[in-house]
C-alpha cells in the first residue's frame, strides 16, 4: 500500500487515451483520443457528433474535434455492415487525435 501511495505523486509519462470500438473490429480501436489526465467522463456533442467534450480527474475539461476522421468513420460503418478486412484499416496504424484544452470565459 504505501508503495502504491509514493507512486502516485509520480509524473505521468505516456498521456491518457480513450478508445472507442466498433462493433466490427474486436481488435483495432477506431479512433484514439488523447488526453493530459485520466479522462473521468466523457460525451459527443448532441447537435455536432463531431465534437466530443471530456472531464479530466483534475477538473479540467477538454475537447476534441474529430470532423477531420469523419471519412475513416463511416467507411469502418461500412466495413462492420459487411466482413471486416484488416487491409482497409490504414495499414493498421490507427491515428491518436489530441485534444484542446477549454479556457474558462469569466467577464466581469
Sequence with gaps: FDERVDKSHTLRLSPALILIWGFGDAI???LILEAPEDVKV???NPNKPNFVA???NNGQVILWDISEH???LEK???ASRASIDSAQKDGGKEKVIGYKALK???TT
Excluded: K, M, T
Design 42 to 44: 466523457f460525451r459527443f
Design 54 to 56: 471530456g472531464g479530466c
Design 70 to 72: 469523419q471519412e475513416r
Design 76 to 78: 469502418h460503418h461500412q
Design 28 to 30: 483495432h480501436p477506431v
Design 104 to 106: 474558462p470565459n469569466i
